[in-house]
């Protein structure tokens, strides 16, 4: 069983930078496509950005250019980090993790979720 958290969420202004981690334990993100995800208040869960095994990223169109995906595999960590951050970025933001052999839509494990807040 893999246990993610998140962190590096909070409040920040309009234009500012985060950067999110999600650490990895009970077992080794290798084997996992890692995905993050965020939802504000009254809307649905989306995808914001996913990382494939071998290290390949792929973005929502709405964070292209602002933001960034990674992995290190050693230190069992997945990053997003974040800049020129919008009003409309604020929501809570979760860290997943994809089996190799599920659809690209189905996650096994998921953070607990980091709050980000963007003052305008």
């Known amino acids: 069983q893999v246990q993610l958290v998140d962190t590096g969420g909070g409040l920040v202004q309009a234009g500012g930078s985060l950067r999110l981690s999600c650490v990895a334990s009970g077992g080794t993100i290798m084997s996992y496509h890692m995905g993050w995800f965020r939802q504000a208040p009254g809307k649905e869960r989306e995808l914001v950005a996913r990382i494939s095994i071998g290290g390949r990223p792929n973005y929502a169109d709405f964070v292209k250019g602002r933001f960034t995906i990674s992995r290190d595999n050693a230190k069992n960590t997945v990053y997003l980090a974040m800049n020129s951050l919008t009003f409309e970025d604020t929501a809570v933001y979760y860290c997943?993790?994809?089996?190799?052999?599920?659809?690209?839509?189905?996650?096994?494990?998921w953070g607990q979720g980091t709050p980000v807040t963007v003052s305008s």
């Open positions: 997943a993790a994809r089996s190799w052999s599920k659809p690209v839509d189905e996650y096994d494990y």
